[in-house]
């Protein structure tokens, strides 16, 4: 018997790309599907580099880092652009996230976003939409692996609630399990692990004093695990109940900065994991090292070997 183990991290990014392309532009991109993670993959570990104090300095000074930065961005801007004029040109009508943004009017002038601004809205929504998706999805296939009992509590509720149909929208509200299982792997592994918040204003309070200008960083990888929030924090326990702390869990931030793409992540993580576990179990490869590498996003250090069984 020949097995063939595929790297689950690569594929949950080819179908996460495949996603946010039908969301954004109603395009599938399976010709370009390697070329956009490539570059993708590109922007984001640059940008790791550019939110540290010398950032700005990595990409005024020839480098092969620079180089591949620009190079990854042209690729995306002709890809990105290539999808506007097509929308311009086009008299079909869409539903998607192009076409809401296209017909949207300055409330003052009347005049509508110009080709810069509507690619730097899609590129942030494309970035952000893919790299997250695609962590958050191969975490929670990493963990259920390593947690037969939960799987199986996992399928037979989607046996039950999908009777071998494909998932839709409606039933994410019958898939607590589901639900709870994906929130517990984003407690354990949130695919955004750390943001910075610069104070506007000097704070000056009995736990701490901040000068205006100043940045302060919260780590969700590390919030996620405090002991006197979560009860056996280092243990995967879908079960356990939310935090009383209002900020105690924070996978897409809080406040006015809360990720706008929140409910749509939510919708989306259920329904793939229901849709994947209800035709295939996914083991870890034996002896296969897990590690987090900790760059813009969460991400298995060494891809994430795994031998697929169809059920």
Same mark, same amino acid.
């Given at each position: ?9 690569? #594929?949950?990014?080819?179908?996460? /790309?495949?996603?946010? =392309?039908?969301?954004?532009? =109603?395009?599938?991109? %399976?010709?370009?599907? #390697?070329?956009?993670?490539? $570059? ?6 640059? /940008?790791?580099? !550019? ?5 700005n300095l990595l990409l005024s000074i020839p480098s092969p880092l620079r180089r591949r930065y620009r190079s990854s961005l042209e690729e995306l801007d002709q ?5 506007? $004029? ?8 869409? @539903?998607?996230? &192009?076409?809401?943004?296209?017909? $949207?009017? %300055?409330?003052? @002038? ?11 809205? /899609? ?12 962590? *958050? !999805?191969?975490? @929670?296939?990493?963990? &259920? ?10 399928? #037979? ?40 918040r610069r104070a506007l204003k000097p704070i000056d309070t009995p736990l701490i004093q901040l000068r205006r200008g100043a940045i302060v960083l919260v780590s969700m990888a590390i919030l996620h695990r405090r002991p006197e929030l979560f009860e056996e924090a280092e243990l995967f326990i879908p079960s356990?109940? #939310? ?10 931030? *809080?406040? =006015? ?16 994991? *229901? ?7 996914? %083991? &870890? ?11 813009? @996003? ?5 891809? !994430? ?7």
């Amino acid at each position: 018997r020949i097995v063939h183990a595929i790297n689950a991290a690569h #594929e949950m990014g080819n179908l996460s /790309l495949d996603i946010v =392309s039908r969301t954004l532009f =109603s395009t599938q991109t %399976d010709l370009q599907a #390697e070329q956009i993670g490539a $570059a993708l993959d590109q922007v984001v570990r640059t /940008l790791n580099h !550019l939110v540290t104090p010398w950032g700005n300095l990595l990409l005024s000074i020839p480098s092969p880092l620079r180089r591949r930065y620009r190079s990854s961005l042209e690729e995306l801007d002709q890809i990105i652009y290539g999808f506007i $004029a097509d929308r311009r040109n086009s008299k079909i009508e869409h @539903t998607d996230l &192009l076409s809401m943004l296209m017909n $949207a009017k %300055d409330p003052d @002038t009347g005049i509508g976003m110009p080709d810069l601004q509507l690619r730097d809205e /899609l590129m942030t929504m494309f970035v952000a939409g893919h790299d997250t998706t695609a962590n *958050a !999805l191969s975490w @929670t296939l990493y963990l &259920l692996s390593q947690h037969p009992e939960d799987r199986k509590k996992m399928e #037979e509720e989607v046996d039950e609630v999908l009777k071998g149909r494909p998932a839709q929208m409606h039933d994410t509200a019958k898939l607590p399990c589901t639900v709870a299982i994906f929130r517990e792997s984003l407690r354990m592994y949130p695919p955004v692990w750390i943001l910075g918040r610069r104070a506007l204003k000097p704070i000056d309070t009995p736990l701490i004093q901040l000068r205006r200008g100043a940045i302060v960083l919260v780590s969700m990888a590390i919030l996620h695990r405090r002991p006197e929030l979560f009860e056996e924090a280092e243990l995967f326990i879908p079960s356990r109940r #939310e935090p009383e702390h209002r900020y105690a869990f924070l996978p897409f931030g *809080a406040g =006015s900065r809360l990720c706008i793409g929140e409910r749509f992540a939510w919708l989306e993580g259920v329904l793939c994991l *229901a849709t994947i576990i209800q035709k295939w179990q996914l %083991d &870890l490869v034996p002896g296969t090292i897990v590690e987090a590498q900790p760059l813009l @996003t969460l991400r298995p250090r060494f891809g !994430l070997p795994m031998i697929p069984t169809l059920r």
